[in-house]
């Protein structure tokens, strides 16, 4: 089998968001075009914080059969509730169905995976000897847990892994999807990411001093810190093909300037590089991008770097929003989410303001929209930058002339 070219453009064949603004693409649609938020003051356990989460309800009490007890974790319960919405089940099969099991792969994005069933774990440590109970490790909290399990689920027989770059994850699962195919390894690859809610993260950026007390506002200029959210995405890709006219990704750009472990370069430069590669890798020029979905987390660090570095590109009036107003930031479940968005975006015509803002920071150059507006981009390109400096940009879209 002759390999397709080492970076291949991709066809997005079928995709798929829950979070906690909606299950499923439809109901998410409707709270993205209603503008209906899904963070609410935090009521996670028994966490005693003053601040706002995106929590998807119900997980707790989802059905799970003995079979995949072995399994059972909140992160793998909210990977299932996902592959159970929008028909993703069946597009896999179809895949399946037309290169075999052993063709498709398997590429999540998770920061960090099922360690909250680790963390109650250690809640229940016998007092006498401190050993933990019966729990499996490796199916639960592990970073391939979740990719393991899907594919499980699915009967995939292709490479798997789990990508943990921390809120780039599920971005960079697109250039690994790249590779696959690109090298001949795989003809089909569902890519995606979940991660969920857990107490390392809740009292982890509340001791940083990132956490706001109420939703989170980006691009305010009284913008107070971000929203936790959880979320799971997946999609299905694979090597386009010149005569189709589904949603394409165009180019994958990816940085690691390591400035920091938490905090990006101040003039964004990591974020520029990741931006201007996509552009480089697609073909494209600035001026070809409609709409650019933000990283846009409300912190004041990574909202100012983030427009430095947009102003760098683009120069100023690009059009932008952040989208976390909706979902929280849900750390390696980030970038498949404001995909899924993006896509969306594009197929519904319309560009989702940035929600919860008053007002955008006057010393912004970029155009950051407020409310929705129904334009139809043909080019979005989507951020998600993590921790440690590890940058990715998605570009992604219709075909010139496709409607």
């Not at 309800?57 to 007890?69: C, F, I, K, M, V």
């Not at 933990?132 to 847990?145: D, G, I, N, V």
Request: charged letters at 20%; glycine letters at 12%.
């Amino acid at each position: 089998m002759t390999p397709y070219p080492s970076h291949p453009r991709l066809r997005i064949c079928h995709y798929t968001a829950t979070n906690a603004a909606g299950t499923g693409n439809r109901a998410f649609l409707d709270a993205l075009r209603g503008r209906r938020s899904g963070l609410a003051p935090c009521n996670f356990l028994d966490v005693d914080l003053d601040t706002y989460v995106g929590r998807v309800d119900g997980l707790e009490a989802l059905p799970w059969p003995t079979s995949w007890a072995d399994w059972d974790c909140r992160n793998n319960r909210l990977a299932s509730l996902g592959l159970e919405q929008d028909g993703f089940v069946e597009s896999v099969q179809s895949a399946v169905g037309r290169f075999g099991a052993h063709r498709v792969g398997v590429v999540l994005g998770t920061s960090t995976s099922g360690i909250l069933h680790t963390e109650l774990a250690f809640r229940q440590r016998d007092p006498q000897t401190g050993a933990l109970p019966a729990m499996h490790y490796a199916t639960t909290h592990e970073l391939s847990s979740a990719p393991r399990f899907v594919r499980e689920r699915l009967g995939l027989k292709g490479p798997m892994y789990a990508v943990s770059t921390a809120c780039s994850s599920s971005g960079k699962v697109f250039a690994s999807a790249q590779r696959l195919i690109g090298r001949g390894l795989c003809d089909a690859v569902v890519v995606g990411g979940v991660d969920t809610l857990c107490l390392t993260t809740l009292y982890g950026f509340s001791s940083l001093e990132l956490t706001a007390p109420e939703p989170c506002r980006p691009g305010d200029p009284d913008r107070g810190g971000i929203s936790i959210g959880e979320a799971v995405g997946f999609a299905v890709v694979e090597a386009d093909e010149e005569d189709a006219d589904d949603l394409c990704v165009f180019g994958v750009g990816e940085s690691v300037d390591a400035y920091h472990m938490s905090t990006p370069h101040p003039q964004g430069a990591g974020a520029e590089l990741a931006m201007r590669r996509a552009l480089e890798v697609s073909g494209m020029s600035a001026e070809q991008i409609d709409y650019v979905n933000l990283h846009g987390t409300a912190s004041r660090v990574n909202d100012a770097a983030e427009d430095l570095a947009l102003e760098a590109v683009f120069g100023p009036g690009q059009a932008c929003s952040s989208t976390k107003g909706w979902t929280g930031h849900t750390l390696g479940a980030a970038g498949i989410t404001e995909m899924v968005i993006g896509a969306l975006a594009i197929e519904y015509g319309f560009i989702p303001g940035t929600l919860n803002t008053r007002q955008v920071d006057p010393v912004f150059q970029a155009d950051y929209r407020l409310e929705n507006r129904d334009e139809r981009p043909a080019r979005v390109l989507s951020n998600s930058f993590g921790f440690g400096g590890n940058n990715c940009s998605l570009l992604f879209g219709r075909k010139e002339g496709s409607e």
